[in-house]
């Protein structure tokens, strides 16, 4: 058996978490070493290192522990939902919607008006307007049509990008350069109201996910067993959908695109943890977190001062670490995917 | 157990099924033959409510399924499906999914009871000391005890077996067959089971439901049922029945063209 249970996994998901935020916290140009964290943080809010600590990195932690986590939950759902190992929280068209929302309230300066709000509201309501003709289009006869929905997100995905490079090629440069830093994705977020809400609606999505585990569990063998063991599938899928279009919605909304974490994480805990939804949502959720973080601490020092898209650092070392354990467990005679 | 009356069912616009009536009693090990296409899987869907009836209705120890929960038919139904998707996960996992329809509402995990009725299925259909293998790693002969076995652990009054030995050698054929008629005669378990060998069924079955072009062509017991021309008008095949001289059930014999021609000249 090369699989390990949750007395093995768990702990170690929540290592690397932990690891991923210490090393975030004492990683940056302020130089702050690791053994001066704790008393920094216990002696109160006098000295600059505090409020670097407090008010600048770990805003950002946070952040990238809802994110990351809320993607890769979304990416368990609907990879097990659709039974694609290929879907992920960006294929339904969701952030396309988001970008073409957040283009639009730059076109119009709409940022200017609600400094804080403008970008983070208007990619939320991009990302509704393609969650909702989507749902509903393929809800007509009251059953969500799993292989319409794909096809239709993976289009309205299409269209809301050509539409996005249609504002770049018309935009002024100044606005051509905050669409295209806004697409590529970042963990800043000036608003700890934001960052707290989606911290929270995060982690709620992770409570509300385990009443769907054993759903999920059946739905993985497909969707006529699924009605053999008991499932109502229609309601669930239904509600799943709902609740990874919430999750990716905020993710998007609030950081840009951050690609690849939605699809990766999901693929490499159920290389480790095997199929069972009770395992994955949680280890995801964990691991997710973590590599975000990780990831964003890595964009923002490897070429400091500038700050790189974390979206780029996602992709290369989330796809080779990928690339590495698919390779060895293809060498070990192992199957790849496991959907 | 199970009473279909004037069922006509089919996948939107198109029919499949017709006029079926159909009674299967408890206890009864009932067989369902036809030719590719004719609508046999469509019955058993229509059972575990996975297509809804356009006219007629069925009853589920005398209640309408469509007013039944899909949980509680899935507590009284259990189905052995023809595709099986083979996932990474152990013998062990999968027959436990088996209880998902006795899960209350906050319940994530399996209780102990549980996994002793898991543990008890797969002793029950041998398979006890594969449980921690893969299933994706199995013979088609041990997949197909496993997915019976998750059935039993739903702890059903029927079992729905669709095409259990196709792909099968003769004595995994035999080993299932037997094990469902065992289940049958000891536990109790009413048996609907959709077979593609005329012959198993005739060995096998107490009664026959023989489909053409969804509606029921012919139904009663082997004997009745296995009457070559019958047999001749729905597969459009010659055959020659015989008594199997052990068990006295009609025996299917096909008849190549080749013989057939030499037949008739000869003739």
Redesign the interface.
Request: glycine share 4%; proline share 6%.
């Given at each position: 058996m090369n699989r390990k249970g949750m007395t093995v996994l768990l702990p170690a998901a929540c290592i690397f978490l932990a690891s991923a935020v210490v090393v975030a916290l004492a990683s940056g140009s302020a130089g702050i070493p690791f053994r001066r964290i704790l008393s920094i943080i216990l002696e109160g809010k006098a000295t600059p290192e505090y409020s670097i600590l407090m008010d600048i990195r770990l805003p950002r932690i946070i952040l990238g522990f809802a994110v990351g986590g809320a993607l890769s939950l979304a990416g368990v759902i609907l990879q097990g939902m659709f039974r694609n190992p290929l879907v992920e929280p960006y294929t339904l068209g969701i952030s396309g919607g988001a970008a073409l929302g957040a283009a639009l309230c730059i076109i119009f300066k709409l940022h200017y008006l609600l400094p804080t709000m403008a970008l983070p509201m208007s990619g939320f309501l991009g990302a509704c307007l393609v969650i909702l003709p989507l749902y509903f289009l393929n809800m007509r006869q009251s059953v969500l049509r799993m292989q319409g929905i794909l096809l239709t997100g993976v289009m309205t995905s299409f269209i809301s990008s050509s539409l996005v490079v249609l504002i770049l090629a018309i935009s002024r440069t100044e606005e051509l350069h905050s669409i295209v830093f806004w697409i590529m994705g970042s963990l800043e977020e000036p608003s700890w109201v934001l960052i707290l809400l989606a911290a929270v609606i995060a982690v709620a999505c992770l409570f509300l996910s385990y009443f769907f585990a054993p759903v999920m569990n059946a739905l993985s063998l497909g969707e006529e067993e699924a009605i053999h063991l008991g499932i109502d599938t229609e309601r669930a899928k239904k509600q799943l959908f709902l609740m990874a279009s919430i999750l990716t919605g905020i993710s998007v909304s609030l950081t840009g695109i951050i690609g690849f974490v939605g699809l990766i994480v999901p693929h490499f805990v159920r290389i480790m943890a095997g199929y069972d939804h009770r395992r994955l949502l949680i280890i995801s959720f964990l691991t997710g977190a973590g590599f975000l973080i990780f990831c964003d601490t890595i964009a923002r020092t490897v070429i400091a001062p500038i700050e790189l898209p974390v979206g780029v650092i996602t992709g290369i070392l989330g796809g080779s670490v990928f690339i590495y354990v698919l390779s060895r467990r293809l060498l070990s005679g192992r199957s790849g995917g496991v959907l | 157990m199970i009473n279909i009356t004037g069922l006509a069912c089919g996948y939107g616009e198109k029919i499949v099924l017709n006029d079926i009536d159909l009674s299967i009693k408890k206890g009864q090990f009932f067989g369902i033959i036809g030719p590719n296409g004719s609508g046999k899987t469509t019955i058993l869907?229509a059972i575990?409510?996975?297509v809804r009836p356009v006219r007629g209705n069925i009853l589920l120890d005398g209640t309408d399924i469509t007013d039944l929960?899909?949980?509680?038919?899935?507590?009284k139904v259990?189905?052995v499906?023809q595709?099986m998707?083979l996932?990474?996960?152990t013998v062990r996992?999968f027959v436990l999914?088996?209880r998902?329809?006795y899960?209350k509402r906050?319940?994530?995990?399996e209780q102990g009871s549980d996994v002793a009725i898991a543990e008890k299925v797969m002793e029950m259909t041998g398979i006890l000391h594969l449980q921690?293998s893969l299933m994706?790693e199995m013979s088609a002969g041990e997949v197909q005890l496993a997915f019976i076995a998750r059935g039993l652990a739903?702890q059903p009054s029927v079992l729905l077996l669709d095409e259990p030995t196709s792909h099968l050698d003769i004595t995994h054929q035999a080993g299932i067959l037997d094990l469902v008629k065992r289940l049958n005669g000891q536990e109790g378990l009413t048996v609907v089971i959709i077979l593609h060998d005329l012959n198993l069924a005739s060995e096998y079955c107490d009664s026959l439901a023989l489909i053409d072009k969804g509606r029921i062509k012919k139904a009663g017991t082997p004997e009745e049922v296995l009457d070559y021309r019958t047999i001749e008008e729905v597969y459009k095949t010659v055959v020659v029945v015989r008594q199997n001289p052990l068990s006295m059930k009609p025996f299917v014999m096909i008849v190549s063209e080749e013989v057939k021609n030499k037949c008739e000249k000869g003739s």
């Open positions: - | 869907r575990t409510r996975l929960h899909f949980n509680e038919v899935a507590r259990a189905v499906s595709n998707p996932l990474a996960m996992e999914i088996g998902i329809p899960y906050l319940q994530f995990f921690e994706s739903q």
